[in-house]
C-alpha cells in the first residue's frame, strides 16, 4: 500500500484495498425486503484525472453533482428476541448516483503516508453534508424500533449493529484490489458491503447517535472494523472494544484470522498489528455490556475447546466394518461412545445456542446460563436433562451427522 511519487502534481490516492476476511459460523440473518431497481451510474467510474494542488494541500473523497430526480426506497428485517423488526429508509437518487460516481480518492503530495492521509480520507466517506438526509430517514427508523421494543443505550447500540453486520457481506468488492469504498449511502441502497463500507455506515449511524465511536484500521492486515468506547482497556488498549463489521458477530469478538484468506497478510490473533484508530465524530456515550458479552464469548470458546478434544476420543471409539457398518473397537464400545457423545452434545448445544442468538448480545447471558445449567435452551424448545442426555433431537446441524456415524451408540 505505497503511495505514488510525483512532481508538481498530485496523484489519486486509493488508501484501502485489500481483502476482509468472515470468520463466522452463523449464516446472514438479515435479508433485504425490496426489488430491485436499476441505478446505474450515469457514467462509467473512472479515476479523477491529476489536478494541481497548493503544496501541502489534501483533497478528500466527496460526492459528486447529479441532475437526477426522485427518491430509491430500502427495508431490511433485523433480528430481535421479540421477532423480526423492519428497517425501512428513503435516500435521493442524486445523491446516491452522485456517490458511485463521486470522487473516491484522496489528492495528497506523494510523501504523504498512509497512517498520516487515512484519517481525513474515511471521514471524509461519514461526514459528506451531502448525505444528511439519508441519514436522518435510516436513523428515523431505527428510532422508531428503538421506542416501540423499549431499549437501553446499549441495546440500540447492539440493534443498530446488528442491522449493519447483517447486511450481506460483499466478498468480490475486497477480492477486487481496484474497488474503492463506498460512501454509506451507497452500501444501504446496494444492500451489500465490504468491511471498510460496512464499517463506514456503522460508524456514521453511532456517531450521529451519540456515541463514542472509532474506524479500527489495520493497515498490514487491510481489514478495517469498528471500535465502541467502554470503560475498560478495550482491544489492544485502545480504550474501544472491537466490533466486526462483515457478519453477525458479538460485540468484542475479534476474528481469529485477518487479511486476505488464501495468503499473503493473513495472521492469526496473536500476530494481528496494533490498529490506527479513527474517531469518528464527537459521541461520549459508551458501551457497558462488554462483560456479559465477555462471559458468553469465553463459555463459547471453552465449548469449542471440548468439541475439538472430544471429536478424535469418539471417533476412536468406533470403526467400520467391511460392509462399512459401525463396528466396536477393541478399545472402545458402545458405553463409551454412549460417554463420549452425551458431552460432545452438550459442548455443541453451548456453541450453537450461542451462533443462533448471535444477535440478542448482552441479553443473552440468561439463556445461554439454563442451557450450561441443563435447563433447556432457554427458549422453551427442550426441557431438563437434555444437555448431557441422551436425546437426539438435542443435536441441530452438523452435530446431527454425529448420530449417523455412530450408529453403534444405541441412540434413536
Partial sequence: MNLPTGSGWYAPVLVLTGTCVLLLILTVLQTPAHAGQDLSPETPGLLPAPVPVQPGEIRY????????????????????????????????????????????????????????????????FIVDPRQDGFFASLLGSLRAARRSHGLSDDGYLEFVTDFVQGLPYDVQADIDPGTPARFPVETFVDGTGSCEDKSLLLAGLLSREGYDVSLLFFVPEHHMAVGI?????????????????????LIGAVPSRLGNSTGGNA?????????????????????????????????????????????PQIEGCTNQDAGG?????????????????????????????????????????????????????????????????????CLSGPWQELWKRFPACGYS
Fill in 61 to 124: 473523497p466527496f460526492i459528486a453533482e447529479s441532475g437526477m430526480n426522485g427518491t430509491v426506497s430500502r427495508s431490511y428485517n433485523v433480528p430481535l428476541a421479540t421477532g423480526n423488526v423492519t428497517v425501512s429508509a428513503d435516500a435521493d437518487i442524486a445523491v446516491y448516483t452522485g456517490a458511485r460516481n463521486g470522487t473516491k480518492y484522496a489528492i495528497a503530495p506523494p510523501e504523504t503516508t498512509v497512517e498520516a492521509l487515512a484519517p481525513g480520507y474515511y471521514t471524509a
Fill in 229 to 249: 468506547r467502554n470503560p475498560g482497556p478495550g482491544f489492544m488498549g485502545t480504550g474501544y472494544l472491537y466490533v466486526e463489521t462483515t457478519g453477525p458477530a
Fill in 267 to 311: 495472521t492469526g490473533t496473536t500476530a494481528i498489528s496494533p490498529p490506527l484508530v479513527i474517531r469518528v465524530g464527537n459521541g461520549t456515550k459508551e458501551y457497558t455490556g462488554a462483560r456479559p458479552v465477555a462471559e458468553i464469548l469465553s463459555d463459547r470458546e471453552e465449548a469449542d475447546r471440548m468439541i475439538a478434544l472430544l471429536r
Fill in 325 to 393: 457398518n459401525a463396528a466396536v473397537t477393541s478399545g472402545g464400545g458402545a458405553e463409551c461412545n454412549r460417554t463420549l457423545i452425551a458431552r460432545y452434545d452438550g459442548y455443541a448445544r453451548i456453541h450453537n445456542y450461542v451462533v443462533a442468538h448471535v444477535y440478542e448480545q448482552s441479553a443473552m447471558l440468561p439463556g445461554l446460563s439454563r442451557v450450561i445449567r441443563n435447563e433447556g435452551d432457554g427458549a422453551g424448545g427442550s426441557g431438563p436433562g437434555c444437555l448431557f442426555g441422551n436425546r437426539q433431537s
